[in-house]
T-cell receptor, first 116, second 107 residues
């Protein structure tokens, strides 16, 4: 099956610093990637849809200047949490979808961000 | 607005008992629905989708448009079924997830 990786798997940073999380599709090209945020034993909240070569589409209430998304290639999307604060601590999950319109999304293992 | 509701946060059953995880949706069009499973410390993975009408690991789900439901069922639960289960609706190319139900199967 299709594999999606995320790096790092966990990160601890100080308040005010920026953190970059990478999402890679390892064995397929992903024209669309998605970024989610998940709280413990709660739902996945879609943050933004990332399309290769164009600007990301953010969901309502998600600050685009705070959560910078770049999808520079068909196998890589990055999420940068800028000027992180403790309330940004969460589990961030990406997913990638191959080009076929009815294809499923494949999920990464997630990145645990802790902001001190 | 499009919404997915899973009314049970936790469902606890004994091994061998039937299990039903509830999912209701609100969507005016023809829905495309999925069940995802997340085992402890593992990534989210697709369990089944309604359009393929398949049975995976003994689980089935039937779309009931009249009741706007897509409940997940298994006649005999196994301990390895313990996990978080998420119902999801595909809309505008995106997935809208329910709140999730934690299934605990006790020996």
């Amino acid at each position: 099956g299709a594999v999606v990786s995320q790096h790092p798997s966990w990160v601890i940073c100080k308040s005010g610093t920026s953190v970059k999380i990478e999402c890679r599709s390892l064995d397929f090209q992903a024209t669309t990637m998605f970024w989610y945020r998940q709280f413990p034993k709660q739902s996945l909240m879609l943050m933004a849809t990332s399309n290769e070569g164009s600007k990301a589409t953010y969901e309502q209430g998600v600050e685009k200047d705070k959560f910078l998304i770049n999808h520079a290639s068909l196998t890589l999307s990055t999420l940068t949490v800028t000027s992180a604060h403790p309330e940004d601590s969460s589990f961030y999950i990406c997913s990638a979808r191959p080009p076929a319109s009815n294809s499923e999304q494949f999920f990464g293992p997630g990145t645990r961000l802790t902001v001190l | 607005a499009q919404r997915v509701t899973q009314p049970e946060k936790l469902l606890s059953v004994f091994k061998g008992a039937p299990v039903e995880l509830k999912c209701n949706y609100s969507y005016s069009g023809s829905p495309e629905l999925f069940w995802y499973v997340q085992y402890s410390r593992q990534r989210l993975q697709l369990l089944l989708r309604h359009i393929s009408r398949e049975s995976i690991k003994g689980f089935t789900a039937d779309l009931n448009k009249g009741e706007t439901s897509f409940h997940l069922k298994k006649p005999f639960a196994q301990e390895e079924d313990s996990a978080m289960y998420y119902c999801a609706l595909k809309w505008a190319g995106k997935l809208i997830f329910g709140q999730g139900t934690e299934l605990s199967v006790k020996p």
